[in-house]
């Protein structure tokens, strides 16, 4: 199953469900079934609206472990920022991130791990696709929305499972990297080697992920919106202890981790707290007003 949990808006059409294929490029355009959170199909298993990202070329010159550049038969479709799967011509793989793209030059964040021969023998291929969603598929607001994959990589037949939600608002993960810079300047320096060029992405990713599952486990549903500060300051608290746990120095002025990590959770508590009560009025017939019954309503059911 994906790690990720995306969001949709309710009753828009050709949003794009995204997904990234971790054994390698399916061989032909994957198919994806569409089910609601009790197994009802919503969209049946199809290839018909999936789309499969197109990069898939090969290394034209010979590049040594630690290079950092790769000159490839052609770079058409390729992204900068994206992370893309290498296959060398005698079957070891590693995935690179490409930072730049000049004619059919691409520059990567990481040194290279292998050394590659070039002349076309080694693959460089994006494993991303991406569904595009049907009006039927968010027609409805839902919780728990499963999205089946099925695919085929080396002659080896898999199936992947995504879970998402459709929502009256999408809420973005405020941990984006300019306010992280302001709250924690001297962090990027302490980024770890393995996340290098990342910029804490997948911290941040975590952060959010953890802040959702509790706003779902305390059936958080899906009309009302938190106040948008009160959740920045729930998930910095979040991810200030991802980093303390995985070594970063976030904060100071504590004698042992233990007691900073003590301070952390309490923070974590207090902030749980002050987002529950930004809450706003539950809107249940969507009609732009909240009637007494929904507003009683809140008292015991809490919505997004």
């Known amino acids: 199953m994906s790690d990720s949990r995306s969001e949709f808006l309710k009753a828009v059409a050709l949003q794009r469900l995204n997904v990234v294929f971790p054994e390698g490029r399916p061989s032909a355009t994957p198919s994806v079934e569409i089910k609601d959170s009790g197994g009802v199909i919503i969209s049946a298993d199809a290839t018909t609206n999936v789309t499969q990202d197109t990069v898939n070329t090969t290394v034209a010159s010979a590049a040594a472990i630690g290079a950092e550049v790769l000159t490839l038969a052609s770079a058409v479709g ?31 964040d990481e040194p290279l791990a292998r050394a590659y021969a070039g002349a076309g023998s080694d ?33 080896l037949n898999y199936t992947l499972r995504q879970i998402f939600d459709v929502v009256l608002h999408v809420l973005p993960n405020p941990l984006t990297r300019d306010a992280l810079a302001i709250e924690y300047p001297d962090v990027f320096s302490q980024e770890q080697y393995e996340n290098r060029g990342s910029d804490f992405q997948r911290q941040r990713d975590l952060a959010w992920s953890q802040v959702n599952a509790w706003l779902r486990k305390r059936k958080v549903r899906l009309a009302l919106v938190p106040d948008d500060a009160d ?67 809140e008292r015991l059911t809490w919505y997004r």
């Open 78 to 108: 390729i992204v900068a920022g994206r992370t893309y799967r290498l296959t060398s011509a005698d079957g070891p793989v590693e995935d690179v991130r490409v930072l730049e793209i000049s004619g059919a030059v691409v520059t990567l």
């Open 123 to 155: 693959t460089f291929q994006s494993t991303r696709a991406y569904y595009t969603m049907q009006t039927v598929d968010v027609a409805q607001l839902r919780e728990g929305m499963q999205a089946t994959w099925t695919y085929v990589v080396d002659s």
């Open 231 to 297: 959740l920045m300051e729930l998930a910095r608290w979040h991810l200030t202890g991802i980093l303390t746990r995985s070594g970063i120095e976030v904060l100071r002025g504590f004698d042992d981790q233990e007691s900073m990590l003590r301070y952390i959770d309490e923070k974590i508590e207090t902030a749980r707290e002050e987002s529950i009560s930004g809450l706003s009025a539950y809107d249940a017939d969507e009609s732009g007003d909240s009637d007494e019954d929904e507003v009683a309503d």
